[in-house]
Structures are given as C-alpha cells and as structure tokens.
T-cell receptor, first 112, second 115 residues
Framework: GESVGLHLPTLSVQEGDNSIINCAYSNSASDYFIWYKQESGKGPQFIIDIRSNMDKRQGQRVTVLLNKTVKHLSLQIAATQPGDSAVYFCAENTGTASKLTFGTGTRLQVTL | EAGVVQSPRYKIIEKKQPVAFWCNPISGHNTLYWYRQNLGQGPELLIRYENEEAVDDSQLPKDRFSAERLKGVDSTLKIQPAELGDSAVYLC?????????????FGPGTRLLVL
C-alpha cells in the first residue's frame, strides 16, 4: 500500500547547528504535505506545509523542500534550539479528501 | 482562539470495560477527525466527519468502536468493550475546510491504558 516513511528514527544535533529531517513518500499522486512537531504528552503541532506545485517553502527558521522526482520531502531547521527537541512527522494528502497519511516520525534531540 | 479541546487527558480501565472520549473542535471548523496513535508511530485515522456526517469511517473497528457528532460540533468516540490492544493515544483534530486539502489542528489527546 501507499506509505510515508522516514529514513532516520533519531537525529541528534548540537544547539545552534542546522537540522535536516528527511521523509520519503511513495504515492506520486499526493499533492499536499505537512510537517508536524510533537512534544512529549502533546498533540502534533503544525509547522509548515507545501503543495505539490512548489519545491520549496520557508517559514520562521524552517524550510521544507519537496523533490517530486524522487518523492522526497525534507524539513530544515536553522540554528536548532533545545525547544526544537521533539518527534517530527511528515504527512501527505492524496486527492480531494482531507485525509492525511503520517509516517512513523523522527526524534530530534538537541544537545547543549 | 481556543484550540481543540479533549477530555479526559488520561484514562485507565480494565479490559472489557467501556470508555468514551470527548472532543470539541476549533470554533467554525466543519471537519473533525479522530486518530489513534500507538507508541512511536504516527497517528492513524479512525473516522472523519464533515459537519455531522461521517464521510470516512473505513478504518474504524466497528465491532467495538463507535463515534458520533450529532450537532456537527463536538464529538464522542466510544470503545465497548475495550481490549488490551486499544491502549494508545486518541487524538482529535479539526480543519476549517470541508473538502480539499486543509491543515489539521490537533488536540492534546487522551492517553488510554487498558489493563
């Protein structure tokens, strides 16, 4: 079946460094992608989204890159801070229904 | 603006007992979702409502799970009887769009432990 997956289950970075979290998706028909951040004991929090007609979108300290050729999505966090420590999920939407398929998540650990 | 509200935040029950979760979405959001999230995994959709209509319940185990959104606002998810494998976090989300892509906003979840 179609799925969204992540290459690395855990990513450890030093405070101040840039972080890159990767995600591979298998459904070429997916047209909308979202990155969520989930802190311990909380629900997923929207970070940034991108539609399939774009290949890059920037937010505050975050950038999402979409490569439709290889079906790859990445989240870049600039100047990573301790508050960025969390599990990050990518999610994809296929078709007109608002139905997201989530990957298994990458845990980002920020060391001082 | 208040976010998605869920209650209770935690629930511990014995197997075979019933349990219910409540969700109040963000005001004005027509679409409401219930997800289940197992430890270390991403959320999995159980059911999606557009207003009071369940438009996608294909992943809801209907032998023991039920949900309702009678007035198209708040919603209740019920499990009866609960099994050990139902231990998970149950997340509610809402979206302002009734069709097409739209960002989903999540509540804090209800953590269920079935003993």
């Amino acid at each position: 079946g179609e799925s969204v997956g992540l290459h690395l289950p855990t990513l450890s970075v030093q405070e101040g460094d840039n972080s890159i979290i990767n995600c591979a998706y298998s459904n070429s028909a997916s047209d909308y992608f979202i990155w969520y951040k989930q802190e311990s004991g909380k629900g997923p929090q929207f970070i940034i989204d991108i539609r399939s007609n774009m290949d890059k979108r920037q937010g505050q300290r975050v950038t999402v890159l979409l490569n439709k050729t290889v079906k790859h999505l990445s989240l870049q966090i600039a100047a990573t801070q301790p508050g960025d420590s969390a599990v990050y999920f990518c999610a994809e939407n296929t078709g007109t229904a608002s139905k997201l398929t989530f990957g298994t998540g990458t845990r980002l650990q920020v060391t001082l | 603006e208040a976010g998605v509200v869920q209650s209770p935040r935690y629930k511990i029950i014995e197997k075979k007992q019933p349990v219910a979760f409540w969700c109040n979405p963000i005001s004005g959001h027509n679409t409401l979702y219930w997800y289940r999230q197992n430890l270390g995994q991403g959320p999995e959709l159980l059911i999606r409502y557009e207003n009071e209509e369940a438009v996608d319940d294909s992943q809801l185990p209907k032998d023991r799970f039920s949900a309702e959104r009678l007035k198209g606002v708040d919603s209740t998810l019920k499990i009866q009887p609960a099994e050990l494998g139902d231990s998970a976090v149950y997340l509610c989300a809402s979206s302002p769009r009734t069709s097409g892509t739209g960002t989903q906003y999540f509540g804090p979840g209800t953590r269920l432990l079935v003993l």
